[in-house]
């Protein structure tokens, strides 16, 4: 078992859904605190907040954590590869490989002797 393997990766859904919710909370409030300090309106600033919350939020939050996702999918599978070839070099240490070769010339000896 990979050292990896037991970490266990976000959904594509659970990823997009946190991205979503993110999303639409900052552009709310980046929004609603830049028209509020421009204009002095509050019902302006919360009107034009929830606006831009509501439309640019969800897609810009699909977009995000699609690619977050993606991003954290790649890094375990690269991590996991990596992983599994230090175990596999850990199996086929250069002392194993020399013992592998000790025995094959020692069989081809022996069965040269042997008359084989």
Known sequence: MTPTASIQQPSMTQSIIVAMGFATTFLFAITAALIWAITGGVASALGVGLFC?????????VIAGGAAHSLASDRHDRLTAEATTQGLEAAFSADAIDDAQSAAVSNRRTEAHAGV
């Open 53 to 61: 919350a509501f439309w640019g939020g969800p897609a810009f939050g």
